[in-house]
Structure formats: C-alpha cells, structure tokens
C-alpha cells in the first residue's frame, strides 16, 4: 500500500497535494531525534515502541474502529443536513420579527453546516439578496455535503 501511496502523491502533486511522510520515515527521524538508531529500537520492548510510536505521530486503527468512525461521521453529516434543511424552511417561511430568535437557535448548536445553511437561508429571505446566486451557492453546497457523505460510505 505504501508504494501505491507514492503513486498517486506523485500523480497529484500538479494539482496541489503531497504524499505524507511514510510512517517508517517518521519513526527514524523520532529516533535520530533521541539519538538512537534503527538496532536501538529493534531492541525496544513492545511499550517503548509504543512511546517511540506516539511520539512520531504513528496511530494504529483496527478495521472496525475505521468502519465505527466513519459510520459516526456519516451520521453526524446526515443530522446537520437534515437540520440545516429543516432550518432553511423555517428560516424562508418565517417573518423578519422571528429571525432573531432563529439566529440565537443556530449559535446554540455550534455546528457549521447548520450555520452556513442559516446564512444561505438568511439570504434567501433578504429581498435584497440575489436569490439565483443564493440558491447555486446553496445547490453547490448540497452537492459538496453529498460528495462527503458519498466518499464516507466507500
């Protein structure tokens, strides 16, 4: 997997992206840092090597608590854009005197999807505002929530 990791580094480096620095890099320069070399470590008990692990940023995630994260981001994701939805409803359908009490409803939940939907509602309602911009924004907004949800599923 690493050598194929090296390959799409390589790959996308012309649009921006750079390889990680190998985990076996990492653990020699935490080494070099200690003065110790790779014999040193071999030696190591399974502890230090933990230690020396943490230490170069080195995590080890079984399977399953891979696939337990993912499905807990997934549904975090879901909760917000179903919040936000129900938000932006309520936010188009309501009178400018219930606006404020909305507001501090959104600052209440500290979440960034729920408030970039806020705003985008706010918009939408402002007379003033460009809808047909508000509404693309809005639309690439979904598409990029979608594509996340998306990826997280794969």
Not at 24 to 50: C, F, H, N, V
Not at 99 to 127: C, G, P, W
Request: net charge positive; no cysteine; proline share 2%.
């Amino acid at each position: 997997m690493s050598q194929l990791q090296d390959e799409i580094g390589d790959r996308f480096k012309k649009l921006g992206f750079s390889r990680g620095v190998k985990k076996t890099d990492r653990i020699k320069q935490t080494l070099e840092a200690q003065g110790l070399d790779p014999a040193a470590y071999a030696a190591m008990s399974p502890a230090e090597k933990a230690k020396v692990k943490g230490e170069a940023n080195v995590r080890h995630k079984t399977v399953r608590a891979l696939h337990s994260e993912l499905k807990n981001d997934l549904f975090r994701l879901d909760n917000a854009i179903q919040q936000g939805l129900g938000l932006f409803d309520l936010v188009v359908n309501s009178q400018p005197d219930d606006l404020e009490a909305i507001k501090t409803q959104v600052a209440a939940e500290d979440d960034k999807i729920v408030s970039r939907f806020f705003t985008y509602a706010m918009r939408m309602h402002n007379a003033k505002a460009d809808q047909d911009k508000t509404v693309k924004h809005l639309e690439n907004t979904i598409e990029k929530l979608g594509q996340t949800v998306t990826s997280s599923t794969n």
